[in-house]
């Protein structure tokens, strides 16, 4: 018997336009991006849909954009699916705060308004920080993790094989992308972010995003949710917000998360939110996966009739 988990999109998959197809072509739709703008005191939909790019890419309206686009899909499958058995849950660094919703240990209200605070804090971190972070491609981990100790960065993110990514001061990013190049890495590319995320840079983020943790309901999840920091389950609502304020600053391990759920008998995948990021990953991690993804209304019917 087929298991299915949900994923759901991380920072980094936002684009002008995200979530307009849904909110145009479904009532309910509509009715969240609305209600994100109630919660939030803000037209966050009219910047998903309208942009500009340079207000939707700020740390502090691109989590909760992506936040919303995410949890829109989930209610729209399973409007559409009800009988639809999905038995766990990740997402990619702030995708982990929508999975968490849609296991019930947050509530959405709560959750859209803690990811728009995290990434306030996150960009007032960047901005005090010269941070930046750079893609390397086709080197393995081992490799990696020399170039980070001899450049005096870190290792951000383990997302597939052949694909990682370190973070650090800008001024160190030059040389490890070099260093990478010189260890036989394909490419070495630094990334347009404004920050040095998922490092000790981030650090300053981290007592006011416990604070607010500290002030909303937690409750033990309704199915797994899986952590960026452990890639395992999450366990109880004390140690749930613990990670969370830890997975600011440590290294998200994506693949290690997508090979557990493997390992637990799951087989089949739905990428929820903007982008479709998280099924090329999972080619890279086992091709026999199935990989379903719901960004907007054509891909919501897509996988409305693969799922029938």
């Not at 929820?272 to 960004?295: E, H, Q, T, V, Y």
Request: hydrophobic residues 45%; charged residues 20%.
């Amino acid at each position: 018997m087929s298991k299915t988990a949900f994923l759901f999109a991380g920072q980094g998959a936002q684009c002008v336009g995200m979530g307009r197809s849904l909110a145009d072509n479904s009532s309910t739709a509509k009715k969240w991006f609305e209600r994100a703008n109630s919660v939030l005191g803000y037209d966050l939909a009219k910047i998903c849909f309208e942009g500009p790019e340079s207000e939707l890419t700020n740390t502090a309206n691109a989590q909760p954009a992506i936040f919303l686009v995410g949890w829109v899909a989930f209610q729209l499958l399973m409007e559409r699916v009800p009988a639809l058995k999905y038995e766990a849950a990740a997402g990619l660094s702030l995708g982990e705060f929508t999975a968490l919703a849609a296991a019930g240990a947050i509530t959405f209200d709560d959750g859209i308004r803690v990811v728009r605070q995290r990434g306030q804090f996150m960009q007032q971190a960047a901005d005090s920080t010269r941070g930046t972070m750079a893609a390397i491609i086709g080197l393995d981990e081992t490799l990696t993790r020399e170039v980070c100790a001899e450049a005096g960065v870190e290792l951000a993110n383990l997302n597939c094989p052949g694909q990682l990514v370190i973070s650090g001061e800008a001024d160190k990013m030059e040389k490890a992308c070099e260093l990478a190049r010189n260890k036989g890495a394909k490419k070495a590319m630094p990334l347009a972010v404004s920050g040095a995320y998922h490092s000790r840079l981030m650090s300053a983020a981290q007592p006011g995003l416990q604070s607010v943790l500290a002030n909303i309901s937690v409750v033990q999840p309704s199915l797994p949710v899986i952590s960026n920091v452990t890639a395992g389950a999450h366990a109880d609502p004390s140690s749930i917000r613990r990670r969370l304020v830890e997975q600011v600053t440590a290294p998200v391990r994506w693949e290690a998360s997508m090979r557990y759920l493997l390992g637990q008998g799951f087989t089949q995948f739905i990428e929820l939110g903007p982008g479709k990021a998280l099924s090329g990953f999972m080619k890279r991690i086992d091709p026999k996966a199935r990989m379903l993804n719901i960004a907007d209304s054509e891909t919501l019917e897509t996988t409305v009739k693969d799922l029938s």
